[in-house]
């Protein structure tokens, strides 16, 4: 089973700045099978990013995904105030599929 | 446009049993493999198993924390996913949601069903 680590565990930064947010696996995601989710509270996740770096549909350009193998990565390039919410990774290219614990994204 | 509606969730005893559906609209369900996904009051998200779609042998995979209590399963005609939850724990209390993958857009998913088990 692949396991997910992210970090930080919570991030406090500013409107306008950037944000890099962690996700490392215990071993290679196959195919790099690797998405990003967005969740508010009393939401659903939201889809950001798969395949490590396809924008899902509808998703701000300032979004975006890079990495391989087995360290990946999601950057905002300029923090919205809507940014502000928790984000988990997802690697699905091998069963058990797997979620990261989370990274909080607070206002600073 | 992709839809996954969950539907089935409410509270139930330790111990006891629930079936939750998951109805699906916007694309060719028998085509394609589904997951359900569980998110716990407060915690992060936990994947429970998943349905292959029939030509690909219709067989499913599971969570070790589910594993032979949960079972997947589909109806193509209907366009219908389930999940059968038997001998039910507190700590199975959780959102419950469908997913799936499409291969140019990613994963869709339902707005979720909340299961409750207690006592």
């Known amino acids: 089973e692949i396991v997910l680590t992210q970090s930080p565990g919570t991030l406090s930064l500013s409107p306008g700045e950037r944000a890099t947010l962690s996700c490392r696996a215990s071993?290679?995601?196959?195919?790099?099978?690797l998405a990003w989710y967005q969740q508010k509270p009393g939401q659903a996740p939201r889809l950001l990013i798969y395949g490590a770096s396809s924008r899902a549909t509808g998703i701000p350009d300032r979004f975006s995904g890079s990495g391989s193998g087995a360290d990946f990565t999601l950057t905002i390039s300029r923090l919205e105030p809507e940014d502000f919410a928790v984000y988990f990774c997802?690697?699905?290219?091998?069963?058990?599929?797997?979620f990261g614990q989370g990274t909080k994204l607070e206002i600073k | 446009e992709v839809q996954l509606v969950e539907s089935g969730g409410g509270l139930v005893k330790p111990g006891g049993s629930l079936r939750l559906s998951c109805a699906a609209s916007?694309?060719?369900?028998?085509?394609?493999?589904m997951s359900w996904v569980r998110q716990a009051p407060g915690k992060g998200l936990e994947w429970v198993g998943r349905i292959r779609s029939k030509i690909d042998g219709g067989t499913s995979d599971y969570a070790a924390p589910v594993k032979g209590r949960f079972t997947i399963s589909r109806d193509d005609s209907k366009n219908t996913l389930f999940l059968q939850m038997n001998s039910l724990k507190t700590e199975d209390t959780a959102v419950y949601y469908c997913?799936?993958?499409?291969?140019?857009?990613?994963?869709?998913w339902g707005q979720g069903t909340l299961v409750t088990v207690s006592s």
């Open positions: 997802q690697q699905y290219g091998s069963s058990p599929y797997s």
């Open positions: 997913t799936t993958f499409f291969y140019g857009s990613g994963w869709s």
């Open positions: 916007g694309f060719i369900f028998s085509n394609v493999w």
């Open positions: 071993q290679s995601v196959s195919s790099n099978f």
